[in-house]
């Protein structure tokens, strides 16, 4: 067994890495296989591009006849580019993409083959979803899911495949998908958000959140990925000893990137070009082979699906270069995790962005407004949002020391507190014109367009704002930002709503100035939300006990987190706002609980293996070695052998106690997960999970790597923390 894990290395250290041809002036290449707005006007008709452009600005139909015109043309335009295949591409729950391809070659009825592709192939498909995650929605109805059309996404060639982003929703219209309440979200925020910028601004139409995300990962040889079962199945390693060098020395971040990975970054960036994918940074991350890649911001929802194209296009570029990305957020202990920050904001079709402060006193109010309304909403659903990042791999970070706590909280530096402290002091009701005067050049106007607290920033925060625009540091490396993105978009757009509502009722009653108003309303909202603001070391226990007094919720599992989605708040919240019904966010539940099972299912299975097929019969061996051994000396000394063997006799001893203790904690592990399984509701059944199987992991892998520790390095069957981490 050591066998392969030597020849494994040595085939690491022969590889060569390919030679691409990366585009110099990747610009020119930017978009070159996405059927964009430039591409859309050489090929449609003037109709058919001003029906487009219309439903991606107003979200108007498309009209049948307009439908076909389209298809033609992106047919004509795929196949120009080599394509022989479209498909809907979705979001399942579970949480990746789906596709189904199907040939643009049609046979006709005399036998002669054509290349076809019309309306209703783009507009509409029934892919076959009976075996994507529903929740039970489909049996409930008896309807079969349907793929349609996002024209807000564009279109876009993968391979040789034309690939079309497509909401997925059962036949009586419930989301099946992650792309429909998002864009259910973004419509709501979009009314929400322009009616409140519409006090500043009378101009503005729409207002589009957008998103930053920011992806880590780590990349590891891919032999030596596969000679490990549980990396190979669970995506992270559940057993293995840290390596000597970790990132104590904290000499990975921001160094010199290893040759291999450099080669990966450089051929995966010209893919990202080509695919319309802004990727801008890229570098180091904290842990050795732990990298991060960030494109410029986009609209929330071609983000998103910017997003999750791209941990596509990077498992198959690592596959290339004979490399495997982990995107679990914890596949390594003692080392950093991997999270994806989500930067978000919200900007008008002005070209304003709302949570940028401005160069005049009103252009402040408008990013107080919005900047207020923003730490209110979170406030009043920090819950939920907890629950929109919840997944069995994102707890093993969460919390850790390394990545933000469980409980959610609002960093906004010190500059923007005092500016708040300011306007809480603010009088009730009507101003008199000096402390107007006062409030708009002393407190508002003196608001810098650039903020100092932007540079010196709270890493501690999972919500921290950084100068012009929030950034949700709680957020997976694996997760579909899709999820967060739903919540805090519907939160906010449910915010503004009662905020207008609020202001609008000021000005009519009590016939106060608008600014009168909205300083009235922001001066209770500051109030109201203050224990949400933390600047404070995010990773410390007395957080953690201040917090809970102040009665912020912290869910520190999944199945406990996920309890508050079907809350009468958050039902209520969803319906109002018209982002989902209560079937949908059930089914959804179900299906996060479901999953959140069967991952921790895999992982003790995995666990089970690696005890029972790997470590135990090197062990025993060792064992065996050490009692022939002691038993020879014996011979050898006869009466006088006290202290030949005494070495050989404590590890003895050691050996026993860590392999008892890891055959003892993997059957009761075993054991607990059998109940577990006899549990029908999901719910219970994930808490089982969460409470009773995953407790002994800890424990497993407490004596596994005690063992990995005691028995001779050629013969650990595993590949070691030291040989997978460090690569040049
Ligand atoms: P870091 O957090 O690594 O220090 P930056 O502050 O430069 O880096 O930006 C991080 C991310 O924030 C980038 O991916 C960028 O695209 C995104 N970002 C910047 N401005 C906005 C915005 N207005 N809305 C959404 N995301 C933004
Ligand atoms: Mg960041």
Known sequence: MAQMRFSALADNLNRTVPDFKIPHNRSEHFAAQVFNDERMMKYLTKDAH????????????????????????????????????????????????AEKHDAFMDLLADGRAIESFGGDQLVQQEPDASSFPSGGIRNTFEARGYTAWDPTSPAFIYGNTLCIPTVFVSYTGEALDNKTPLLRALHAVDEAATAVANYFDKNVQKVHATLGWEQEYFLIDKSLAHARPDILLSGKTMIGQLAAKGQQLDDHY??????????????????????GIPVKTRHNEVAPNQFELAPVFEEANLAVDHNLLLMDVMEKIADRHHLRVLFHEKPFDGINGSGKHNNWSLATDRGVNLLSPGSTPMKNLQFLTFFVNTIMAVDSYEELLRASIASASNDHRLGANEAPPAIMSIFIGSQLSKVLDELEGVSKGKLSPEEKTELKLNVVGKIPEILLDNTDRNRT????????????????????????????????????????KEVDELIDTKKLKKDEAVFNVLREYIKASKRIRFDGDGYSEAWEKEASKRKLSNNKNTPQALDVLTSKKTLSLFEEVGVMSKIEITARQEVEYETYILQTQIEGRVLNELVFSHILPVAFRYQQTLSDGILALKQVYGKDSDNAFESQLSILDQLNSHLNGARQKTEAMVQARREANLLEDPKEKAAAYCQKVKPFFEEIRFHCDRLERLVEDKDWPLVKYRELLFFK
């Open 50 to 97: 001003k029906s487009v452009r219309e439903a991606i600005h107003s979200g108007s139909k498309i009209d049948r006849k307009i439908a076909d015109q389209v298809a033609e043309s992106m047919k004509t335009w795929a196949l120009s580019m080599g394509a022989t295949h479209y498909t809907h591409w979705f979001q399942p729950l579970t949480g990746a993409t």
């Open 254 to 275: 921001f160094g010199t990137i290893p040759i291999r990975a450099f080669s990966y970054m450089k051929d995966l960036e010209a893919e990202c070009t080509q695919l």
């Open 461 to 500: 925060s999972p919500f921290a704002f950084t100068g012009n625009k929030f950034e949700f540091r709680a957020v997976g490396s694996r997760a579909n930002c899709a999820k967060p993105m739903t919540v805090l978009n519907t939160i906010v757009a449910k915010q503004l709503t009662d905020f207008k």
